[in-house]
């Protein structure tokens, strides 16, 4: 009887080790795929492969704070992937990307406007992602809605330094500027003044678009300009020769103070890069961050610019 059950349980035992061997063989030849990334991993990527990598974006200020968005998204679907986005301004953007210090330079204007060297600006690849306007603002308590192009360019030149000249309050008028570098000075320089300014006496100059909001808000009888992006009730945006800024009017081609918003690459971009620029387009992206950060889709403009500023319909 003592040998029976031995007998019988070494039978059992050797069956369990056989169906052990089959379960593992079977789980091999479904996951392993001839040693290469396990099945189970590539569903669920939702493609072939999982994106991966480091992108380091630098650049325009206007821009920052769509690119900051869309990345936080686009590294939410995509575990891997790291992106850090930096200001300093367009033409810094421009120029690291061009001595490939950064992936991505973003800038408010072409890069033939910035770049001195032509050779260096043809290497670089052009990814327009949306379009930006600027306006003129003002501290709430400089007393105007409106200024008309000529009375712009005599503040920014220093023929006119008080509110008053201007229908305003009786008060000395602080510029704070954009660096040259700024492609936001860039744009609001060519397309609402029409001419390029020096830096008057007294002004201020920050980098950072969202430090002039800042100082135009806390500063009595400030002027300055900012892409809609960063307009809030702490600074009063003034209309443009009695146009008002609002993305309607840019669309229409009513408002002229706007430029495409540029994302270069030093070449064709690698497929991580290319993954996140190809992400700006989606109409996730377009109809929705766009869309809620005050930027405008450049699909909806019924004009468009070329990079020596000429306006036509489309």
Not at 259 to 270: D, I, Q, V
Request: net charge negative; hydrophobic share 40%; aromatic share 6%.
């Amino acid at each position: 009887m003592q040998f029976r059950k031995s007998w019988i349980m070494a039978l059992a035992l050797t069956s369990v080790v056989a169906l052990s061997a089959c379960g593992n063989g079977g789980n091999k030849a479904t996951t392993n795929n001839g040693g290469n990334t396990p099945a189970a991993t590539n569903t669920e990527s939702g493609s072939g492969a999982k994106l991966s990598g480091s992108i380091l974006a630098s650049g325009s200020t206007a821009l920052q704070p769509l690119v900051e968005q869309v990345a936080e998204s686009f590294m939410n679907a995509n575990a891997g992937v790291d992106i850090q986005v930096q200001g300093g301004g367009s033409g810094t953007g421009l120029t690291q990307v061009s001595e490939k210090q950064v992936d991505i330079g973003n800038s408010d204007v072409f890069a033939e406007e910035k770049l001195k060297d032509a050779a260096k600006a043809a290497e670089l690849v052009d990814h327009q992602v949306a379009v930006v306007a600027i306006a003129a603002v003002s501290n709430p308590a400089a007393g105007v809605d409106s200024l008309t192009k000529q009375q712009l360019v005599d503040i920014f030149t220093g023929k006119i330094t008080n509110w008053k000249d201007v229908g305003g309050a009786d008060q000395a008028i602080q510029i704070i500027n954009r660096p040259a570098s700024s492609g936001t000075r860039a744009t609001f320089e060519s397309f609402a003044l029409g001419t390029k300014t020096e830096d008057q006496k007294g002004s201020i100059q920050e980098d950072s678009s969202g430090t002039v909001k800042k100082m135009i808000g806390e500063t009595p009888g400030a002027i300055g300009y900012l892409a809609l992006s960063y307009l809030d009730d702490s600074v009063k945006t003034l209309n443009y020769d009695g146009v008002e800024p609002s993305v309607d009017n840019v669309i229409a081609g009513k408002y002229p103070v706007w430029a495409y918003e540029h994302m270069y690459t030093n070449g064709e971009p690698n497929e991580t890069v290319k993954a996140f620029l190809d992400y700006f387009l989606t109409d996730e992206v377009q109809t929705g961050d766009v869309v809620e950060l005050g930027y405008i889709p450049a699909s909806k403009m019924q004009v468009s610019r070329d990079v020596a500023g000429t306006v036509t319909p489309k």
